[in-house]
């Protein structure tokens, strides 16, 4: 059986609710704060596994009480997380997150363990990946191990999502074994200014793919998402719902996105469509990886069908 392997990030989330998001300077009243586990490549791997698929997951966490729920909560989600790494000399990733009325955020990452990801951690995780796999990668780990681990899997056959969250500073080499990205409207841009593209970002969705090699798909928030396949800008609308929070949709939809690619076919369109709906659930509820709703629970009617941009 195909598995999608994640390698990144595992924090514990410090959530706050505020009226609304602070301005430089600015002090704001919030709620209390409720600890959660999460990190990208954490949220990712829970999405993929309540997507349907099975999982095995790479990282650190400390040896503290943080890093042991995590470990708990991956666990309980059936994912596969022996190679994930618990040291006593660094703490368990910390992400600090406000939310406003909106369902607007602000996150500030404190990597921990995350940092202190090593080489020898990577090429265990990978031990048993092989060709028809789908490995997924973000940047909330050093960069060379991101580019260290999308070389194994391409070397072996399996098929390469990197997740551009945080938006690099410079890339360097980083695509190379990559092939499919996955950004936001403010990833694209980022992109697009380090490699001097102009355009919005349905635009860059059709100029930066020749650019910058691997496939791309685009997400908008409630525009929904773009990606270019076989010349034409294919649009997935996105459901319409009444957002609450939207932290986590975004790695919502690439965990459905892996999972929906393990199949022979890897049908773009028809997993952005599956990975759209599950991020449209998980805006109407709090919280990152509490919100990732299970392949059940998605609606039966679909939203409407992938559609061609025209020039």
């Not at 514990?12 to 609304?20: A, E, F, P, W």
């Not at 939310?99 to 995350?114: F, H, L, Y």
């Not at 999308?150 to 695509?175: E, H, M, S, T």
């Not at 102009?198 to 928030?221: F, K, N």
Request: aromatic fraction near 2%.
């Amino acid at each position: 059986m195909s598995t999608v392997f994640v390698v990144g990030s595992l924090n514990i989330d410090q959530n706050i609710r505020v009226r609304s998001l602070p301005r430089p300077g600015e002090t704001v009243r919030g709620s209390d704060a409720t600890f959660s586990p999460g990190g990208k490549g954490g949220n990712q791997a829970i999405a993929a596994a309540r997507a349907g698929a099975t999982v095995k997951f790479t990282g650190a966490v400390g040896d503290d009480a943080h890093g042991r729920r995590i470990l708990e909560v991956l666990a309980e989600a059936d994912i596969d997380a022996s190679p994930v790494r618990v040291l006593g000399t660094a703490a368990t990733g910390t992400a600090i997150i406000a939310v406003d009325d909106r369902g607007e955020n602000q996150i500030i990452v404190s990597p921990g363990a995350n940092s202190c990801l090593t080489s020898d951690d990577v090429e265990a995780g990978l031990r048993t990946l092989q060709a028809g796999d789908v490995l997924v990668l973000q940047l909330e780990i050093p960069t060379a191990l991101v580019r260290q681990t999308a070389r194994i899997a391409r070397n072996a056959g399996a098929f390469v999502i990197l997740n551009a969250a945080p938006a690099p500073r410079q890339i360097d080499g980083l695509l190379d074994d990559i092939d499919l990205l996955v950004v936001n409207e403010q990833e694209i841009r980022v992109l697009a200014d380090l490699t001097g593209t102009p355009g919005d970002h349905r635009e860059l969705a059709r100029a930066l793919p020749p650019v910058l090699g691997p496939a791309i798909v685009c997400t908008a928030g409630a525009e929904g998402s773009f990606t270019l396949l076989d010349g034409d800008l294919v649009h997935v609308p996105a459901s319409e719902v009444a957002a609450k929070d939207t932290t986590g949709a975004g790695d919502t939809f690439v965990g459905y996105l892996a999972a929906s690619l393990l199949t022979a076919s890897r049908d773009l369109p028809a997993a952005m469509t599956l990975a759209s709906r599950a991020s449209a659930l998980a805006v109407t509820r709090s919280g990152a990886l509490e919100s990732i709703p299970w392949r059940h629970e998605l609606p039966l009617s679909l939203p409407s069908p992938a559609l061609v941009v025209p020039n």
